[in-house]
Each structure stands twice: as structure tokens, then as C-alpha cells.
């Protein structure tokens, strides 16, 4: 991951929906995206939401090389169009666009202008798509028709009827607005000033749109019982116009035109704008939340998928990343049993620790023989397994030291607890972008001749690189700040509180069987605090453990959230989820509150 | 308006020039009236913004007394306001933009981006009589000051009026000017997320030690990009910073939107923005910690100031008509043939 950069390892956006089907991997969430009704997807940056959606374009799914792949072809019942959203379509938000502050209304058509005018755009090409790939062979004819049609109805200035030069018009159009922007901001004071006189300004996309569609299917005579989906990808980018309108569309049935949607996990709309979900409408939430183990088999299948590609052959991700002791659910049985690895970890513990020694004892277990006996097997799962982690993390980081410069240095049997194939399964929260990086950093440092594990002091120095440089992204978000008197709390200096709180309760403190590693957005965090908390939510610094069933979060207030996995080598505490407290006590316990030397850069 | 050429000059030739109009910005920094100091201000009307951040501090306030002594007409906006600048140049410029050509002189020393940018944009958007104008910026360096630990960003996006909305799914291009704080540039490029990047950092410089800093504070980036996506380019050479600039810009046009991101010293910014005058769909970015930025001495450096006089003249057609064909290759931004040693 050293010598890569962070998002960009594996990045959707980049990529042609063709180049999208070379690597993809099927899952789940894709299966319900397919289905002939609206869908929202909601996820975190990076967790393959566009990499869904790029997948239900035509070229995507015909250049998919994948025994299911036919099958799929064949039942999607509508065409898509895929519609990445553009940060410049937020013409009121962002404070580049405060140019257009003393233009309210105008700015509003700007940014209405902009959305419709690259719907147009990607609706031309899925049309181009749909004549390439399904109807065949294509009549010149009938392209000059649509064109001359689009033209005039979408009021383009006068070009060359085919569906290229439909699309340089529509380039053009974003030319003549760009320098209407400007014209305007220089030369006029309010919106009373701004003489509009192109009627394009007025075009409704949706409308619009549907219209295009009617002709299509007109001229070319393709299945009118076919649907067409509109894919806005990355909504949260989006103005809040467009936004609240998307999510008051889903409520219809009767439609031409599907909505297929993804945006971050809380949305920013009101609730009352936003249809409920049932069954003409899906919800998918991309990220592991409750006790959800949704991602395992789609973390290990790219694994194997990436250990192939490398290796040239199947190859089992533990003979190159190990077995993780305290993850792993083989050899359970050994593992407490006289002289297994856990066996000596509570010993050792137990002999150090009044509090391990007081539980094992009230437990009635024999802290000089945790073994499984009779009299202790039932106490398996209801004590010996909840406390493993706990006992690992606590023998490990008590004898932890770091010099000023972060380093180890003093030396134990294992290098870190962080490595082996559980966790790389674990850690990345089910984001296929940092599995990918981290997986493809592991394996720079294998030989491509022999096939054997990667040491443990490699893996667990990627984890823990990942984990700085997902931190220093954090770092560099925008605004994600708050000022107070003459101090700055920053995100990252947040997120580093409550790492440092739940590393000094469940490692350095009393032994508890369970400690906090949640937190509740309680009522004493206030809102400023609530806008850059969004921001980390948005990220995948924190994750949504227990969102609303079968329904959409627009508040994060009062739900229960963890730290990414991610940030675990960084803050040294367990891939486990233990009980909740309220943010704001891990925040004011602090004896310093975060200054602004503290927390910069 | 459209830009028609611009030319590096040596201080002395326009040390005895008569401008119409000076811009000058006051800040905490000890070369902000440095320029000004030897060069002719008679008949000049001389507007001065100086910031509303950080104005109590020593050197600020003897600023704005020099300038107060030679005769300037004060203003002041916030570090990123395009809007305030816009109100300012409305009230001043109302006599002036009735003229037909008009010689300009901005020092960009102490400028922000988004100040020097809203100036230019203003007089290729604004109504006027005005037919030719020829912008003359300069840029006093400054003696090397060690680099502070950044301080968190407040904003980072486009330069208002220096980007554009577009319809097409270019994936993005960043090209970075480096600048010597700690994984400014990094940080960028992770959040932008382009799909490729490039960076420019100056050397030689005026001062190695600033080399040096750079290559330090941004060895990881660099080290990620790479040999073949680094430039390096002579800080008072903005004939060879335009040339490496817009050649890179011409190759990566068609496949790519392209985002320039001027971190560091300000003549690679000025050319930033110049190149997006020339090609609208180059967007140029900035970062900036707002308020809460470091703040540097700044002292100016015992040379001349690096001129570059820019020219432009009024559209003869609709600009909505002319579509850049990507097949014919459009002349660089014009240099002259001829021109006087980089002040290096």
C-alpha cells in the first residue's frame, strides 16, 4: 500500500463499464440490483456501488466473461443508463459556486441545466448501447430520425443527425452555459437582471427523457414492455433538488423508468421526502452491520480471484497469509486445550492480572489450567471465546512499547496480532477498493516462483501503513472541522479519541469480558460536531452498526456506531464488537480536550 | 475577451511604465510593498485589498501605513472571497471601463488565487468599451522560510470561475504545482481521487533549502508517481513552467478533464490559470486552510521581480462558435522568441 495511493489502487470511476466486467465479482448485492424494480444502494466510499451499476450497462454485462453471465443478460428487463454525478451540478452548496449566492433562482437552473444536460448525455449513449448490442444489424435510417428528433427537442443548436454529434452538441451547450455563468456573475446583481432567452434552460430532464425513450422505441420498434433505468450514481455528491426529488420518485409504480440509486449510508434529505421501501422498491445496505458476516465469502472470492491472477494458479489464501489464532475457527478445540496457544495466553494473563484471575475464579475456572474439561466445556462459548481476543490484545500491547518515532521496540514471539487470511477477510468492512489494495501490497513482497507465506511482520506492517494512510485521508477532508474559541477539533483528532479510549479500556484497563468498543450518538454532541461525524460516516471511518431495518437513516443521532476495522492496527484494539457508550464520554472523559497543536496534520 | 499572447519580461522594462490601474494586496508579509517601491505609480489609479484575516499583526499594520503614504485606495476581503473582490472592482472601475485600452499592473505577491483569478475573469466578463488590455503581474520571491506542520483544510475545490460544468464521463487528470508543507499534495490526490496525477515542483530554486523541502515533505508522493510523472521546472522561467505545462495539457485533453492544482509558488499558479483562460475546460483547484493558515515572514528576496505581462484582446466573434477541434493542434500560449534569463 506504500507505494500506492490509497483509493485509486481500484477505482470504478476510471474505468469503462467493459473494463469494470474483467474483474468483477458477483455477490448478492448485485442480484438484488438487478431486479426490475427501483433500488437504492447505500454504502460507504469505495464499497462497489459504482462498480455495480457500471455493471448493468450493456457493455459491461456483454463483455462479462462469467458462467452466470448469460443467465443475467437474459433476465434484466430493462436498459440502463448510467449517470455519474458531478460535484459541479451542486451550484447553491459549495462554496466555489457562492459566485451565484445573489442569484438564488438562477442558480438553480444552472444546476438544473447541468443535471439534464448529462442525462441527455448518457442516455444517448445507452441508446448507441442498445443499437450495438440489440438491435442488429443497426439502420442508418432510423439513427438520422432519432437524432433529428433529439435535436429539436431537446432545443440543440443545429448538427449532424446522428447520436455522436448529438452528443458534441450537448458539450456545446455546457460551453454556452459555462460563459452564460460568467456573463452573468459579472454583469448583473440579482436574479431580476438575468435575461434567459434559450428555451433549453427549461427542459425537465425527466420528462424529457421519457419522451427520448417513446421515440426510441418508435422509430427502432424495440420491446416496449422493456423498462429503462435511470442509474445515478454517487447521489450524495448531488444538489439537494435532485436529491430529494430521485427519492420522492421511487414512490411511483406505473412506470417507464426505474430508478436505480446509490448514495452514502445516512441520507441528507428529509424523511418525508423519501418513499418507504417495499416491494416496488429495494433497499441495500453495502456494509457489515448487527452480526452480519455478509461479506466473507465475497472478501475471500476476490482474494483467490487476486492470488490467481498472481500466481497463475488456485491457490489457498492460508499458505500465503497464514491463519489469524485469534480469528480462526479451525483447530478450536486444540487451541484451549492443555499446551494450545489460547490455553498459554490466559495463563500467562491470569498470572498478571487480578481482574482475569478474579473472572476466571468466579467462573470457576482453574487460571493455571483454563483447559477444556469437563467441568469448564459449557463455559466455551459463554466466557473462554468472548474473552480470547481481550486476553491476546492485553498479553500483547501491556508489553508494548513505541519509541517517539511509532516503532516497536521491544520484540515478542509474534510481530503483531494483525495478519493471517481472517483478517484481511475482516478488516476491510466488505470494501472490495481496500481489500484489493491491501491484498495486492501483501503479495509485491512473494516471490512469483514459489508459493508460500508471506511473513507476519510483512502483512501486519501493510495493515498497519493502510490503517495511517486511511488516517491521513481523514486528515485531509475538507471542512471537516469544527472552531471553537481558539481551538480546531478535527475529525481525525475525534476519531483518535475514542480509538484512544476503547485501546485504554479494553487493553490497558481493568479486564472486563465486555468492554466498550461502540458508541451511541448521544444528545451532548451537538450539531457542528454531528457535520463532520457525516463526513466519517460517508468515509467508512465509522460504521453503522444498527441502521434502521428495511428502512432509510437520515439522522445519525442516537445510532450505534464503531470504528472502521481499518483503524484496528493503528489503535490497537480487537475486530470484535463489544458494548456501547455514548460518544460525548469518550470525548469529555479526556483529561486534555484535543488542541489545535494536537491535532493537525 | 480572449487572452492573445503574454511575454516574460525583465523588471527593467517596466520599471518606468505608465499603468492606468495597480493592484496591490496587503498582508502580513514583509514583500508586500516591496514592488512598489521602485517602480512609477504616476497617473496610476492604485487600488489596495488587503485581508480581513489576521490584519493586527506588526507588519500588516506598517503595510497598510506605506501604502496609505503612496497613495493607494483601500479595501479588504476575506482570503477566498470571489464575490467581495467582484463588489470592490464594481466600485472602482466604473471610469476605467469605459476606455479602450487600458495597461494594467497587478502584484500577485501577496494575492490569494482566488483574488488575482477574480481580477482577470472580471475584465474578460465584464460589459466595457474595453477593446485591448494588457495585464502586467508580478511576483516579488521571497527569502526561504522553513515549512510549518499544515493546519487542517477548510476548502478544497475549484477556484471559483475557474472551472466548468461538463457533460461528458472524462475520468480525471490532476496535475499538481508542489508546494513544501507536509502532504499537501498527497492529501489532494487522495481526495480527489484522479485517475492519474502529475506533479511540477521548482527546481533549482531561489534557495535550494527549498528544494529540498519539498522533495522531503513530499517524498511519498513523489516516490508513488514516479520519474515519469515529475517535472521539475526553474522558478523565474515561466517561458519553460508554460511550455512543459501545456504541452502536458495538449496530451492529456482529449482522454481527460483536467484539474490544476497550483500548491506552491505563485507564478506556477498564475500560468495554472492562464493555460484555463486558454483552454475553459482545464479546471484549476486550490487548497487552502482558510483562516486558520499558517503564517510565514515572507521576507522579500534581494532580486528583481519575475513580470509577466499578459495580453488580451475583445472576441471579434461569439465565443459560443468557436469549438476547439481536437484533431488541429492550437499554438501554445505565446512566449517570446527572445527572453531575458531566468531570475534564478
Redesign the interface.
Known amino acids: 500500500m506504500?507505494?500506492?495511493?490509497?483509493?485509486?489502487t481500484f477505482?470504478a470511476?476510471?474505468l469503462q463499464p467493459e473494463e469494470v466486467a474483467e474483474t468483477f465479482i458477483h455477490n448478492t448485492d448485485y442480484e438484488e440490483l438487478i431486479q426490475n424494480n427501483h433500488t437504492v444502494l447505500l454504502g460507504p466510499r469505495g464499497c462497489g456501488k459504482t462498480t455495480l451499476m457500471k455493471m448493468l450497462t450493456l457493455p459491461a454485462l456483454n463483455s462479462w466473461n462469467d458462467q452466470r453471465a448469460k443467465s443475467i443478460r437474459q433476465q434484466i428487463s430493462f436498459n440502463a443508463v448510467y449517470i455519474?454525478t458531478?460535484?459541479?451540478?451542486n451550484a447553491q452548496k459549495?462554496?466555489?459556486?457562492?459566485?451565484l449566492?445573489?442569484f438564488p433562482l438562477y442558480s438553480e437552473i444552472?444546476s438544473k441545466v447541468?443535471v439534464t444536460?448529462?442525462v441527455?448525455?448518457?442516455l444517448c449513449e445507452s441508446f448507441e448501447n442498445v443499437i450495438r448490442y440489440q438491435i442488429k444489424p443497426s439502420n442508418q435510417k432510423q439513427e438520422v430520425e432519432l437524432a433529428k428528433n433529439l435535436i429539436k427537442e431537446w432545443k440543440l443548436i443545429p448538427t449532424i443527425p446522428n447520436l455522436s454529434m448529438v452528443?458534441e452538441a450537448?458539450?456545446?451547450?455546457?460551453?454556452?452555459?459555462?460563459?452564460h455563468?460568467?456573463?452573468t456573475?459579472?454583469?448583473s446583481s440579482m436574479d431580476e437582471d438575468i435575461k434567459i432567452t434559450d428555451e433549453y434552460f427549461y427542459l425537465d430532464f425527466h420528462s424529457s427523457t421519457e419522451a427520448a425513450i417513446f421515440t426510441f422505441e418508435r422509430i427502432f420498434k424495440s420491446d416496449k414492455n422493456c423498462k429503462w433505468a435511470l442509474c445515478f450514481d454517487e447521489l450524495e455528491l448531488a444538489p439537494m433538488w435532485l436529491q430529494e426529488r430521485l427519492f420522492n420518485s421511487l414512490r411511483s409504480r406505473d412506470q417507464k423508468i426505474l430508478y436505480k440509486l446509490s448514495s452514502s449510508p445516512i441520507l441528507s434529505i428529509s424523511s418525508e421526502l423519501a418513499a418507504t421501501p417495499g416491494n416496488d422498491l429495494k433497499l441495500v445496505k453495502m456494509w457489515p452491520y448487527g452480526n452480519s458476516n455478509k461479506y466473507h465469502d465475497f472478501s475471500e472470492t476476490i482474494v483467490r480471484s487476486l492470488l490467481k491472477k498472481k500466481f497463475l494458479k488456485n491457490v489457498d489464501p492460508e499458505i500465503i497469509f497464514g491463519s489469524n489464532p485469534i480469528l480462526s475457527k479451525m483447530h478450536l478445540q486444540s487451541d484451549y486445550e492443555k499446551g494450545g496457544q489460547t490455553w498459554n495466553e490466559i495463563i500467562q494473563l491470569a498470572k498478571k492480572d487480578s481482574g482475569l484471575m478474579r473472572l476466571l475464579k468466579k467462573e470457576k475456572i482453574d487460571p493455571n489450567n483454563p483447559s477444556i474439561s469437563a467441568s469448564n466445556k459449557v463455559k466455551l462459548d459463554t466466557v473462554l471465546r468472548k474473552i480470547k481476543p481481550i486476553v491476546y490484545f492485553k498479553n500483547y500491547y501491556r508489553n508494548y512499547k513505541e519509541d517517539k518515532q511509532g516503532r516497536k521496540i521491544r520484540s515478542r514471539k509474534s510481530s503483531s496480532l494483525f495478519y493471517g487470511k481472517e483478517v484481511l477477510y475482516k478488516i476491510c468492512d466488505g470494501n472490495p477498493r481496500w481489500l484489493i489494495g491491501i491484498v495486492e501490497s501483501i503479495l509485491k513482497k512473494a516471490d512469483n516462483s514459489s508459493i508460500s507465506k508471506i511473513s507476519e511482520a510483512s502483512q501486519a506492517r501493510v495493515f498497519h501503513e493502510t490503517a495511517e494512510?486511511f488516517n491521513?485521508?481523514i486528515?485531509?477532508?475538507?471542512?471537516?472541522?469544527v472552531?471553537r474559541k481558539n481551538k480546531?477539533y478535527?475529525l481525525a483528532g475525534i476519531l483518535k479519541e475514542i480509538g484512544d479510549y476503547f485501546f485504554k479500556e479494553i487493553v490497558m484497563g481493568e479486564f472486563e469480558m465486555d468492554p466498550h468498543s461502540t458508541f451511541i450518538i448521544d444528545d451532548s454532541i451537538t450539531d457542528e460536531f454531528i457535520g463532520i461525524l457525516e463526513k466519517a460516516v460517508y468515509q467508512g471511518a465509522i460504521v453503522l452498526i444498527n441502521p434502521s431495518e428495511n428502512a432509510f437513516d437520515f439522522n445519525i443521532r442516537k445510532k450505534r456506531f464503531r470504528l472502521s476495522y481499518l483503524f484496528s492496527p493503528l489503535y490497537k484494539i480487537p475486530l470484535r464488537t463489544y458494548a456501547e457508550i455514548p460518544l460525548s464520554k469518550t470525548l469529555t472523559e479526556k483529561e486534555t480536550i484535543p488542541t489545535?497543536t494536537k491535532?493537525?496534520? | 475577451m480572449k487572452l492573445k499572447n503574454a511575454f516574460q519580461l525583465d523588471f527593467s522594462q517596466i520599471k518606468n511604465e505608465k499603468f492606468d490601474l495597480i493592484f496591490a494586496a496587503s498582508g502580513y508579509e514583509k514583500r508586500c510593498t516591496q514592488l512598489f517601491e521602485k517602480i512609477n505609480l504616476k497617473g496610476a489609479k492604485k487600488i489596495l485589498i488587503a485581508f480581513k484575516e489576521k490584519d493586527t499583526e506588526t507588519q500588516r499594520i506598517e503595510n497598510d501605513k506605506k501604502f496609505k503614504k503612496l497613495g493607494f485606495e483601500s479595501f479588504t476581503a476575506k482570503e477566498g472571497s470571489y464575490v467581495e473582490i467582484i463588489d470592490i472592482l464594481n466600485k472602482v472601475l466604473e471610469d476605467i471601463l469605459t476606455k479602450k485600452q487600458l495597461n494594467v499592473l497587478v502584484d500577485y505577491s501577496c494575492m490569494t488565487k482566488v483574488w488575482y483569478a477574480t481580477i482577470i475573469n472580471y475584465f474578460l466578463n465584464k460589459d466595457s468599451n474595453i477593446q485591448n488590455i494588457n495585464i502586467t503581474f508580478s511576483y516579488t520571491p521571497s527569502v526561504f522560510a522553513e515549512p510549518q506542520d499544515p493546519m487542517p483544510n477548510k476548502y478544497m475545490g475549484p477556484i471559483p470561475g475557474i472551472y466548468t460544468i461538463s457533460a461528458s464521463n472524462k475520468p480525471t487528470a490532476l496535475i499538481m504545482g508542489l508546494g513544501y508543507e507536509k502532504d499537501r499534495g498527497k492529501g489532494l490526490m487522495e481526495y480527489l481521487d484522479p485517475k492519474t496525477t502529475f506533479a511540477f515542483y521548482t527546481n533549482p530554486a531561489l534557495d535550494q533549502k527549498y528544494v529540498t523541502a519539498v522533495e522531503k515533505n513530499n517524498s511519498q508522493l513523489l516516490s508513488i508517481l514516479g520519474k515519469s510523472n515529475v517535472f521539475k521546472y526553474p522558478l523565474g522561467d515561466l517561458r519553460t513552467t508554460d511550455s512543459l505545462l501545456t504541452s502536458l495539457c495538449l496530451s492529456l485533453r482529449n482522454k481527460y478533464k483536467i484539474v490544476l492544482a497550483p500548491l506552491g509558488p505563485k507564478p506556477f499558479a498564475l500560468m495554472s490559470i492562464l493555460l484555463s483562460i486558454k483552454f475553459p475546460e482545464i479546471d484549476v483547484w486550490r487548497v487552502s486552510a482558510g483562516d486558520s493558515g499558517n503564517t510565514y515572514p515572507r521576507s522579500p528576496y534581494l532580486g528583481d521581480p519575475i513580470i509577466c505581462k499578459v495580453c488580451f484582446e475583445r472576441a471579434s466573434i461569439p465565443l459560443q462558435f468557436k469549438i476547439i477541434n481536437p484533431e488541429k493542434k492550437e499554438p501554445v500560449f505565446m512566449m517570446p522568441k527572445k527572453v531575458l534569463e531566468p531570475v534564478l
Open positions: 506504500s507505494t500506492e495511493s490509497f483509493h485509486s477505482n470511476r476510471h455519474s458531478d460535484i459541479y451540478w459549495d462554496s466555489y459556486n457562492k459566485q449566492s445573489k444552472v447541468a444536460t448529462n441527455f448525455f448518457s452528443k450537448l458539450k456545446r451547450r455546457t460551453d454556452s452555459l459555462n460563459q455563468i460568467q456573463k456573475v459579472f454583469n494512510q491521513n485521508i486528515k485531509t477532508i475538507p471542512s471537516a472541522i472552531e480546531i478535527t489545535q491535532l493537525i496534520l
